[in-house]
């Protein structure tokens, strides 16, 4: 549909390597290449905005930190954090982009970088080649809170309506992500127009832990501005995309036996999420 809407987004319908995709754990690949992800730097700022489509967070990486980067893992360059998306649902289990073995978590943060060895800023990177990384963690209700992640749901009362924003102070983005060197990765594409296939996805093997209050404080959030408050934001995802013969690697070791529920695969370990 959006290919039809704007010529700029003919790769959303056009594309063959579109993402989000559903992973199945059986016929993941095992690559014993695949390094362990590596972050330099911790903490960021910047704005958090209601753009209507989802919630956003612009990094500021001339302030007072220096940038976070990624390197290692799947990738050949380094990649500096620029923003972070999230995605979520009205109801529990509908809210992730990707889903695994045909199973949706109850949301997904999505933290963009662009390759800095290359390109200048996410502007420049987001229609090349090797442009993009973006690492995706899925958000799992529980009972207990990420203390990192309730910073951004705090600032979310702050934005309800659209072109809303709310500057973020500081935010420790390694403490935010679940404690893992378990992942699967796959060259795909950007989940939003103009669906660009510039992005290198490294999806985690352990959700972020929330509480029913921080997902009920996201869903809260308005696609449009004040005069609209009855059109919510929740079900900001794209529907899985045919995975047509791409290969989809992890650095899982699937012959170690019982270890792989110390490393709480996915497919192994069914009990993380929650019983509907």
């Known amino acids: 549909m959006w290919g039809s809407m704007n010529t700029?987004?003919?790769?959303?319908?056009?594309?063959?390597?579109?993402?989000?995709?559903?992973?199945?754990p059986r016929e993941l690949l095992f690559d014993p290449a695949l390094k362990h992800i590596e972050f330099q730097g911790e903490m960021i700022t910047g704005t958090v905005i209601n753009n209507g489509v989802d919630l956003t967070v612009d990094v500021n990486n001339t302030g007072q930190y220096k940038p976070v980067n990624i390197s290692l893992g799947p990738l050949s360059y380094?990649?500096?954090?620029?923003?972070?998306?999230?995605?979520?649902?009205?109801?529990?289990?509908?809210?992730?982009?990707?889903?695994?073995?045909g199973e949706f978590f109850d949301g997904e943060v999505h933290i963009i970088a662009y390759n800095s060895d290359v390109y200048s800023n996410l502007t420049h990177a987001h229609k090349s080649p090797r442009g993009v990384v973006i690492l995706a963690a899925f958000?799992?209700?529980?009972?207990?809170?990420?203390?990192e992640f309730s910073i951004i749901t705090e600032l979310s009362k702050l934005v309800l309506y659209k072109g809303q924003?709310?500057?973020l102070k500081s935010l420790d983005i390694i403490s935010m992500l679940p404690k893992t060197d378990n992942y699967i990765t796959y060259e795909g594409s950007f989940t939003q127009p103009g669906c660009y296939e510039t992005v290198t996805w490294i999806v985690?093997?352990?959700?972020?832990?929330?509480?029913?209050?921080?997902?009920a404080n996201l869903r809260?959030?308005?696609?449009?501005?004040i005069a609209y408050?009855?059109?919510?934001?929740?079900?900001?995802r794209r529907p899985v995309m045919p995975l047509n013969r791409r290969t989809l690697r992890t650095n899982i070791n699937f012959?170690?036996?019982?270890?792989?529920?110390?490393?709480?695969?996915?497919?192994?370990?069914?009990?993380?999420r929650v019983k509907k």
């Open 78 to 101: 380094t990649y500096t954090i620029a923003q972070i998306k999230l995605h979520f649902g009205f109801w529990d289990g509908q809210g992730s982009e990707h889903s695994v073995n």
């Open 220 to 225: 809260e959030l308005r696609q449009r501005d």
């Open 255 to 272: 012959k170690k036996g019982c270890t792989m529920e110390q490393d709480m695969h996915y497919q192994y370990n069914s009990h993380l």
């Open 8 to 24: 700029e987004w003919y790769m959303c319908s056009k594309g063959k390597n579109q993402s989000p995709v559903n992973i199945e």
């Open 229 to 236: 408050p009855q059109a919510f934001m929740a079900n900001n």
């Open 165 to 167: 924003r709310a500057r």
């Open 139 to 147: 958000l799992q209700i529980g009972r207990r809170s990420d203390t």
């Open 204 to 215: 985690l093997n352990r959700p972020i832990q929330i509480t029913t209050e921080q997902m």
